[in-house]
Nanobody, 121 residues
Framework: QVQLVESGGGLVAAGGSLRLSCAASGIFGGGIDTLGWYRQAPGKQRELVAAITAGGTTNYADSVKGRFTISRDNTKITVYLQMNSLQPEDTAVYYC??????????????WGQGTQVTVSS
């Protein structure tokens, strides 16, 4: 069973930094393609924050460009999100997402349990 375990959330003052980590395990018979971070603030839809493909191509939401950096360690099957210059509007539950490709026709997506990030003004 695929499991994604996130860590690194917490409370930080505006302008501060946090680093989120997400470790994947239980992946058998497939390979991880894209890893991503999403967030959901109260009363809002879940949105993509950043994603990174197996080849290292990254994609960021406009609201975090220049402040957040996504990276991955394929040997540890871990994805990171370095968040700098945090603002109160970054407050949300952050979710890790993994796309696991089992065949040319089958790709499954898995989610972590979420980690709370709160930025005080």
């Amino acid at each position: 069973q695929v499991q994604l375990v996130e860590s690194g959330g917490g409370l930080v003052a505006a302008g501060g930094s946090l680093r989120l980590s997400c470790a994947a395990s239980g992946i058998f018979g497939g390979g991880i393609d894209t890893l991503g971070w999403y967030r959901q603030a109260p009363g809002k839809q879940r949105e993509l924050v950043a994603a990174i493909t197996a080849g290292g191509t990254t994609n960021y939401a406009d609201s975090v460009k220049g402040r957040f950096t996504i990276s991955r360690d394929n040997t540890k099957i871990t994805v990171y999100l370095q968040m700098n210059s945090l603002q109160p509007e970054d407050t949300a539950v952050y979710y890790c997402n993994a796309e696991v490709k089992y065949s040319s026709r089958t790709t499954n997506r898995y989610w972590g349990q979420g980690t709370q990030v709160t930025v005080s003004s």
